[in-house]
Each structure stands twice: as C-alpha cells, then as structure tokens.
C-alpha cells in the first residue's frame, strides 16, 4: 500500500485520532506505524502500535472491544489520520464510551457533548429508574404503567411534532421533537433495547456513499 503521503515521525509513527462513525464523538487517540496501518486496511479492524510494548497490537484484542473499520482520513498536513469506526462495546479501558471524559480545570468526569452521548446518558438514567424506581419519578411512574401508558406517550408526542411542524415554528419543532426522542427513549428502555442497536440498524442502511441499502422509501 502507498503511504508516501504520510508523515511519519522519527519512530515511523502517525497519530491517529479515532472516531465513532455513527455521531462523531472522538473515542481514542492512539498512534500507527505503516504495518498497523495496512493490518487496519486489509482486516477492517483498528490495530496501533504500543510505544509501550514496542510491539503491534489489535483494539479489543483481550476485551473484545474492537473498533471496525469504516473509513480512514489523513489531514492536509499528511501527519495525523482520523479512523472512523465502529465501537464494539466501550473504547476506553476503564469502561467509559470514550477515553475523553475527564474536564481538564476542575478534573471531574464529564461524557462527551456529542448528541449520541446526550441520548445515551438519558438511556441510562431510564434503565437506573427502572432497576431503582422513585415515588417522584416521571419516567418511573410510566415504566411502572407499563407497555400501554409507555406507548400511549410516544403516539401523543408523536401527534405533537405533527402539528408543530404543520404550524412551521423551528422553537416548538425542536421542541416536541425533544419530547418525542426523550419518550421513545423510554420505550426502548421499557424493552431493555439499547440506543447503539438503533445506531447499527441505521448504520446498516447506508453505505460509504451515503446511499440507502435494502428497501427504499
């Protein structure tokens, strides 16, 4: 493979930056040498290279935290390249989504702002509500209502982002659709349905091009 484009430090490394492909948030930051680089491109599964094992090594080779190939970018200085990729279970080894979640003034922990993070942290304060409901819950209160009174919801608000985008004002569009997207949470919370197989299912659906696979509409 042709790499005569990068720029390799002194020790034949690159930086690589890596990103999930679904809603960008950047999960590692780890460095490749050529042979991690084509291992990358011939698999489809992000291998690096450890400064501190001196050795060639494959993400989620012992956790089984792979990270899968999607796309792979080099930037117009030709030293860093950006992985897209698709996390199999958390990046970072301590169990955080990503490895950036630490806020540098005041060292306290802080997921990222991406939007996948924002519906993610919802997910989990609705799965913690349901394991541990509270009598001043709202999302406890529709979770021990069950299916119907979870659904009930989700058409209601469905209903609302109907009529908010028939009177065409961006506020209240936002608006409901917040409300909508916060409710189907819910619902899949209700069914122990994870937001990233959501993210798979339309992932599945585009390729690199952007086109639709499968059934179109």
């Known amino acids: 493979m042709d790499f005569s484009q990068l720029k390799f430090d002194e020790q034949g490394l690159i930086p690589a930056v890596v990103q999930d492909w679904r809603d960008a948030s950047v999960l590692m930051l780890g460095f490749m040498n050529r042979e991690a680089l084509q291992k990358t491109l011939e698999s489809k599964s992000v291998h690096f290279w450890s400064r501190s094992r001196n050795k060639l090594w ?9 990270l899968n190939l999607k796309d792979l970018f080099v930037d117009c200085d030709g030293d860093t390249v950006l992985v897209k990729a698709e996390p199999i279970g958390p990046t970072c080894h301590t169990g955080e989504k990503a490895c950036f979640f630490t806020r540098l ?42 299916a119907d009174k979870v659904l009930k919801k989700v058409v209601e608000e469905a209903g609302e982002v109907v009529l908010a985008a028939k009177g065409g004002k961006k506020e209240e569009i936002i608006y409901e659709t917040a409300d909508l ?7 899949l919370g209700y069914h122990d349905i994870k937001p990233e197989e959501v993210y798979q299912e339309l992932a599945s659906r585009f390729g690199k091009s952007g086109l ?5 509409k």
């Open 105 to 146: 003034e005041s060292n306290s922990k802080k997921t990222t702002d991406a939007w996948g993070g924002i519906l993610e942290r919802l997910y989990q304060t609705i799965q913690d509500r349901k394991r541990s409901p509270k009598p001043d819950s709202y999302v406890s209160s529709l979770l021990q209502g069950g």
């Open 212 to 216: 639709r696979k499968g059934k179109s």
């Open 58 to 66: 494959e993400k989620g080779e012992t956790s089984g935290h792979k």
């Open 181 to 187: 997207l916060f409710h189907t949470l819910v619902a």
